[in-house]
């Protein structure tokens, strides 16, 4: 059967879920929904990154053991998906035995290969905490780190080496023929002009963290979080039959792991690499990436309160386009909101729900679907917000139809209905369009519009 396999980051567990996690969560459950829809075996993996110091300091602040303590604030993500109607196949966890031993048997695979260098060696360099990342000088600001406002901490250890410099020309050929395709295009470019300035090899152990994965190679080392991060993708995909994976969507700071670091892994145990990863861009306030250091995150508690389930996952894909960052703002999304779901969507369903009670209409047949190459290609490709504004015009179509055919002033029953059930044969096939984004919505109206049909609450009240 044909597959889609996506997948979101794991997402740092001792973060707080705010809308940038949900943006790429939700993005990537439209579009394993559209795939399904479209008769696919389609599933998406999500979860939490449990391991490293920060973990190790925050469970020691709370008298807790680490593993007890991550067990307790994963749950905060796994909540906020459910709530949000996240349809994921699992929710993986780092700390979960299989992945602990996927991640040995991959991490001596590479050592056996020898794409580990033998020996640790010293490494000397910066390191922002917050990020569990190392960092050069030139990606800092004012030689603090640019996301964090934070002066990374000057770092001195043994560390194994992964040889990525190996892997410089097949990952510049893979990338440029899209054998691994890096999107959007801006991005590519920029993954294949960093890679043409050289790669360096990689630390991917720590000596002095007893909270990771132990190498399997060397147990006196843990597993730097990032590659044990990584290889969670592969420990869901291979044990079931999914990989390669169809896509990894991400958000554009951690690009680089997905398009270039990860890859070179996959092939230096002889696996396929992803076929695409998707950088989406970020919400900022005012101009600012939201971080829970800086402490500006909004959280989608806040969205779900105004808009509901339905309405924060339209909002936050429809605001701007896939690919770019976009300012957060209440008045855009009061606005958006009110436009295509109070007034556009919600208020054609009640209308054309209330003049169909009112005539004792029943509808006893499928409405099929709409053939429409054009939201297939802009969905496909990610673009979200075109997609919308592609079935949005479905509805206007529908609503100036009914102007213009007024069927209120329509006394002959058998020809009103025929009316009625024409703009229900539209709408039906809209809501098809726009079942990825609004299953719940999409779900209810569908249902009010089979059988005899009635009128209902309004789906989205006005804000
Ligand atoms: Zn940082």
Known sequence: MNKFFATTPIYYVNDVPHIGHTYTTIAADVLTRYHHQKGKEAQLLTGTDEHGAKIAEAAKKHGEKPKEYADKISQEFKKTWDKLNINYVRFIRTTDEDHIKIVQEFLLKMYKNGAVEEKPRLYKGLYCVPHEKFMSKDELVNGLCPDHKTAPIDYAEENYYFRLSDYQQKLEQLISEDKIKVRPLTRKNEVLGKIRQGLEDISISRANLEWGIPLPFDTSHTTYVWIDALINYYTYGSANDLWPADLHLVGK?????????????????????????????????????????????????????????????????????????????????????????????????????????????????????????????????????????????????????????????????????????????????????????????????????????????PLFPRV
């Open 253 to 457: 700071d951690i690009l680089w792991f997905h398009s270039v670091i990860w890859p070179a892994m996959l092939l230096s145990i002889g696996e396929e690499p992803p076929k695409e990863v998707f950088a989406h861009g970020f919400f900022t306030i005012n101009g600012e990436k939201m971080s829970k250091t800086i402490g500006n995150v909004i959280k989608p508690e806040e969205l779900i309160n105004k808009y509901g389930v339905d309405g924060t996952r339209y909002v936050l894909l429809a605001a701007f386009p896939f690919g770019e960052d976009g300012n957060f703002s209440w008045e855009l999304f009061d606005r958006l909101y009110n436009a295509d779901l109070a007034n556009g969507l919600g208020n054609l369903v009640a209308r054309v729900a209330r003049l169909s009670e009112k005539s004792g209409l029943s509808i006893n047949q499928d409405m099929g679907e709409h053939e429409t190459k054009d939201f297939e290609e802009k969905i496909e490709s990610l673009d979200f917000s075109g997609a919308l504004v592609v079935a949005n015009h479905y509805l206007k179509n529908i609503d100036e139809k009914i102007s213009q055919e007024k069927p209120w002033e329509i006394k002959d029953k058998d020809k009103l209905q025929k009316l009625l059930t024409s703009y229900i044969s539209e709408i039906v096939k809209t809501v098809k369009l726009f079942q990825p984004f609004l299953p719940q919505t999409a779900e209810n109206i569908l249902s009010q519009f089979s059988g005899s049909i009635k009128s209902a609450p």
